[in-house]
Nanobody
């Protein structure tokens, strides 16, 4: 079982930046990708960004493209989400997740990931 711990959330103003971190409790050689999802009050969890663990290839939701950057530190089993030019509509709980090699669901859906962190609150005031 892999445990994921997010950190770096907080309250900021529109236009500010935040960086979220997600550290895995142990090295897992079955990690195919890691992703970030977010869930605003009253809404479903939505895909935000994903990164392939070996190649480093990234993909983003249209709503964050050009403002958010996902990256990883393979040596420390950590994934980051750099969030710039934050908007009030970015307010949500942000979750990181691990996708295993034997998970054949889409990288863009929550069922494409096997392990989840507890979430980090990000609040952007206008």
């Amino acid at each position: 079982q892999v445990q994921l711990v997010e950190s770096g959330g907080g309250l900021v103003q529109a236009g500010d930046s935040l960086r979220l971190s997600c550290a895995a409790s142990r090295r897992t050689f079955s990690t195919y990708a890691m992703g970030w999802f977010r869930q605003a009050p009253g809404k479903e969890r939505e895909f935000t960004a994903t990164i392939r663990w070996t190649s480093g290839n990234t993909r983003y939701a249209d709503s964050v493209k050009g403002r958010f950057t996902i990256s990883r530190d393979n040596a420390n089993d950590t994934v980051y989400l750099q969030m710039n030019s934050l908007k009030p509509e970015d307010t949500a709980v942000y979750f990181c997740a691990v996708k295993s090699y034997n998970n054949y669901y889409s990288d863009y859906g929550a069922n494409g990931y096997d392990y989840w962190g507890q979430g980090a609150q990000v609040t952007v005031s206008s």
